[in-house]
Protein backbone atom coordinates (compact mmCIF):
# COMPACT_ATOMS: atom_id res chain seq x y z
CA UNK A 1 0.00 0.00 0.00
CA UNK A 2 1.47 3.31 -0.80
CA UNK A 3 1.66 5.84 1.88
CA UNK A 4 3.19 8.95 3.17
CA UNK A 5 3.78 10.29 6.55
CA UNK A 6 4.57 13.47 7.26
CA UNK A 7 6.04 14.54 10.94
CA UNK A 8 8.41 16.95 12.33
CA UNK A 9 5.74 19.88 12.75
CA UNK A 10 5.16 21.98 15.74
CA UNK A 11 5.31 25.47 17.61
CA UNK A 12 8.50 27.55 16.85
CA UNK A 13 9.81 30.99 17.22
CA UNK A 14 10.28 33.30 14.54
CA UNK A 15 13.75 33.09 12.85
CA UNK A 16 13.79 29.51 14.07
CA UNK A 17 14.31 26.35 11.92
CA UNK A 18 12.36 23.06 11.30
CA UNK A 19 13.09 19.93 9.54
CA UNK A 20 9.63 18.22 8.01
CA UNK A 21 10.12 15.05 7.03
CA UNK A 22 8.49 12.59 4.59
CA UNK A 23 8.02 8.68 5.36
CA UNK A 24 7.16 7.10 1.86
CA UNK A 25 6.18 3.38 1.65
CA UNK A 26 6.64 1.27 0.32
CA UNK A 27 10.10 3.14 -1.68
CA UNK A 28 10.28 7.16 -2.14
CA UNK A 29 12.74 5.74 -5.14
CA UNK A 30 9.40 4.51 -6.74
CA UNK A 31 7.87 8.00 -7.00
CA UNK A 32 9.67 9.90 -9.94
CA UNK A 33 8.35 13.27 -8.31
CA UNK A 34 7.53 14.44 -4.94
CA UNK A 35 6.22 18.03 -3.51
CA UNK A 36 5.41 19.78 -0.46
CA UNK A 37 2.57 21.74 -0.38
CA UNK A 38 0.86 23.74 2.77
CA UNK A 39 -2.68 25.01 3.75
CA UNK A 40 -2.52 27.84 6.20
CA UNK A 41 -6.06 29.03 7.98
CA UNK A 42 -8.66 29.66 5.92
CA UNK A 43 -6.46 29.61 2.59
CA UNK A 44 -5.93 27.68 -0.38
CA UNK A 45 -3.38 25.05 -0.15
CA UNK A 46 -0.42 25.94 -2.16
CA UNK A 47 2.80 24.73 -3.22
CA UNK A 48 6.10 25.09 -2.00
CA UNK A 49 8.23 22.80 -3.24
CA UNK A 50 9.45 19.95 -5.51
CA UNK A 51 11.79 17.40 -6.10
CA UNK A 52 12.55 14.62 -8.70
CA UNK A 53 14.43 10.95 -8.69
CA UNK A 54 17.26 12.80 -10.52
CA UNK A 55 17.42 15.03 -7.54
CA UNK A 56 16.53 18.16 -9.44
CA UNK A 57 14.17 20.42 -7.45
CA UNK A 58 12.34 23.50 -7.84
CA UNK A 59 11.23 26.03 -4.65
CA UNK A 60 8.03 28.47 -4.79
CA UNK A 61 9.84 31.95 -5.57
CA UNK A 62 7.86 33.07 -2.02
CA UNK A 63 10.16 30.76 0.12
CA UNK A 64 13.23 30.54 -1.98
CA UNK A 65 16.64 31.21 -0.15
CA UNK A 66 14.53 29.84 3.10
CA UNK A 67 13.39 26.79 1.85
CA UNK A 68 15.17 23.55 0.50
CA UNK A 69 13.99 20.26 -0.25
CA UNK A 70 15.60 16.92 -0.23
CA UNK A 71 15.43 13.19 -0.19
CA UNK A 72 17.29 10.16 0.72
CA UNK A 73 16.02 7.32 -1.09
CA UNK A 74 17.90 4.93 1.44
CA UNK A 75 15.42 5.96 3.89
CA UNK A 76 12.45 5.73 2.35
CA UNK A 77 12.24 9.64 3.10
CA UNK A 78 11.59 13.77 1.90
CA UNK A 79 12.57 16.48 3.89
CA UNK A 80 11.52 20.15 3.89
CA UNK A 81 14.03 22.06 5.18
CA UNK A 82 12.60 25.56 6.67
CA UNK A 83 15.15 28.33 7.90
CA UNK A 84 14.20 32.06 8.86
CA UNK A 85 10.49 30.84 9.90
CA UNK A 86 8.09 33.66 10.34
CA UNK A 87 4.41 34.20 10.76
CA UNK A 88 2.72 33.92 8.08
CA UNK A 89 4.66 30.21 7.04
CA UNK A 90 2.06 28.65 9.59
CA UNK A 91 0.40 26.13 8.42
CA UNK A 92 -0.31 22.57 7.43
CA UNK A 93 2.57 20.99 5.00
CA UNK A 94 1.51 18.18 2.94
CA UNK A 95 3.78 15.77 1.27
CA UNK A 96 2.72 14.69 -1.98
CA UNK A 97 3.86 11.73 -4.45
CA UNK A 98 3.30 11.36 -8.15
CA UNK A 99 1.98 7.17 -8.05
CA UNK A 100 0.53 5.66 -11.32
CA UNK A 101 0.00 9.57 -12.98
CA UNK A 102 -2.27 11.00 -9.68
CA UNK A 103 -1.16 12.41 -6.77
CA UNK A 104 -1.43 10.62 -3.45
CA UNK A 105 -1.22 13.48 -0.14
CA UNK A 106 -0.19 12.71 3.93
CA UNK A 107 -2.10 14.19 6.30
CA UNK A 108 0.14 16.37 7.17
CA UNK A 109 1.95 17.95 9.53
CA UNK A 110 1.51 21.49 11.68
CA UNK A 111 3.81 24.14 11.82
CA UNK A 112 2.93 27.30 14.07
CA UNK A 113 5.36 29.98 14.04
CA UNK A 114 4.54 32.89 17.12
CA UNK A 115 5.80 36.18 16.50
Known amino acids: QVQLVESGGGLVQAGESLRLSCAAS????????MAWHRQAPGKDRVYVAA???????NIDDSVKGRFAISRDNAKNTMYLQIDSLKPEDSAVYYC?????????WGQGTQVTVSS
Open 96 to 104: GALHNDHWI
Open 26 to 33: PSSASFNT
Open 51 to 57: ITTDDLT
